[in-house]
């Protein structure tokens, strides 16, 4: 099992950036595929970025392609989520969560076993 703790949620201007982390408990890291989900109020829970467990395959959700950057430093226990030309709509509670298996479906909340505890980001106009 493993637990991830997401950081760098905020408040921030239409325009601007922030880094999002998310920190795991095992130094078995590397094992993991990584995923960045987010849930905005009344919407379900959607799919941002994902990354395996290598790092050498990344994928994102349309909207944010060209503007966020999935990461991940495995020596650190890390992954990460640089979001650049924030929109309001990116406005939600992000969540970080990791896989063990080898299932391909990057894109499908029920690949992910464990997830963190979320993080807001506000993003006003």
């Known amino acids: 099992q493993v637990q991830l703790v997401e950081s760098g949620g905020g408040l921030v201007q239409a325009g601007g950036s922030l880094r999002l982390s998310c920190v795991a408990s095992?130094?078995?890291?590397?094992?993991?595929?990584m995923g960045w989900f987010r849930q905005a109020p009344g919407k379900e829970r959607e799919f941002v970025a994902a990354i395996t467990k290598s790092g050498g395959g990344t994928y994102y959700t349309d909207s944010v392609k060209g503007r966020f950057t999935i990461s991940r430093d495995n020596a650190k226990n890390e992954a990460y989520l640089q979001m650049n030309s924030l929109k309001p709509e990116d406005t939600a509670v992000y969540y970080c969560a990791a896989d063990p298996n080898f299932s391909t479906n990057y894109y499908q909340a029920n690949k992910y076993a464990y997830w963190g505890q979320g993080t807001q980001v506000t993003v006003s106009s």
């Open positions: 095992r130094r078995t890291f590397i094992r993991y595929d």
